[in-house]
């Protein structure tokens, strides 16, 4: 069994050796958790091959302004539908990478009739590369002659949705099958991330203090109890254990992230100061005056 890539292999899959795209399989399954957020494989694919005879490329990845994508066909038909000389042999049919600008949402490639032939693999998923191994002994091979481009390039969603379509390719969402579900392809939306954390943040912040309030006036002995606003945490009204929350580092940390965030968004005004009632009453917190 051939293991080793040959040198056309290699230089196909130079752009694909990344640490952001290569990632370790076995029988198709992550050998790390987490994969799908922060992983970096910094591994060769010789070395992740000899290991476990197989390792997988993560598909919508970026590779400079472009995405990688690719298409998986696992239909008998695979090979003369594609119509291309350049492509994986994998266990049951191929593979063909690309580069498209615009992301796809994955999803399922179906037939004249609708019934599945493959899949789109985007974000979020990846194929077994190159020199894998399949459990059945197959070994995914590149196949095309040398001088052939390595990877299909678009520009637009289009191009691609054309390239499927002048092979009798169409596309159903994602577990769909079947004429009815036949859409055109779509783009991945990236969240705004910006805006949602900054929501989130509030509420989680609210979240929190309502929990805690609803646990301090639950407490028999309430009337003792302090809450620190900035840290979202309550101990007795005792000055040693008020002194040691403030010094502490957990709340000097807050205190300093809670000044810097002029938007932060409270109905409260926090303000440290002794009480006049109670030596030991500590106000964390005010009301913001109504005007
Ligand atoms: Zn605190």
Same mark, same amino acid.
């Given at each position: ?44 694919? =010789? +070395? @992740?091959? $000899? !290991? ?5 490329? /993560? ?95 678009? =520009? +637009? @969603?289009? $191009? !691609? ?5 002048? /092979? ?124």
């Amino acid at each position: 069994m051939q293991q080793k890539l040959t040198k056309t292999e290699t230089k196909y899959l130079r752009t694909l050796a990344k640490k952001h795209i290569l990632l370790p399989t076995k029988n198709k399954k992550p050998l790390v958790s987490g994969w799908n957020k922060y992983y970096a494989e910094y591994r060769s694919i =010789e +070395k @992740l091959l $000899e !290991l476990n005879q197989e390792y997988s490329l /993560r598909t919508g990845t970026s590779i400079g302004d472009y995405f990688f994508v690719a298409i998986d066909l696992d239909d008998l038909w695979a090979k003369e539908r594609i119509k291309d000389r350049r492509y994986i042999e994998t266990n049951k049919g191929i593979h063909r990478y690309l580069l498209i600008k615009e992301l796809p949402k994955s999803c399922w490639l179906v037939n004249q009739k609708g019934d599945s032939i493959g899949e789109l693999h985007s974000k979020g998923r990846f194929v077994v590369g190159i020199g894998s191994i399949h459990e059945k002994g197959t070994r995914y091979t590149l196949k095309g002659r040398i001088n052939q481009k390595w990877c299909l390039k678009f =520009e +637009k @969603l289009i $191009e !691609l949705q054309d390239f499927l379509k002048e /092979r009798n390719i169409k596309t159903t969402p994602w577990g769909k099958k079947g004429l009815e579900n036949v859409r055109d392809l779509e783009i991945y939306e990236t969240k705004p991330k910006k805006v949602e954390s900054k929501i989130s943040e509030k509420q989680k912040y609210y979240q929190k203090k309502e929990k805690l309030e609803k646990r301090v006036n639950g407490n028999p002995r309430r009337e003792n109890l302090n809450i620190c606003y900035i840290c979202l945490v309550y101990f007795p009204k005792e000055p040693e254990i008020i002194k040691s929350h403030l010094a502490g580092k957990k709340h000097q940390k807050n205190w300093k992230i809670y000044q810097g965030k002029k938007e932060f968004n409270t109905p409260y005004k926090i303000v440290y100061s002794v009480s006049s009632k109670s030596k030991n009453d500590i106000c964390f917190l005010l009301k913001k005056d109504k005007k």
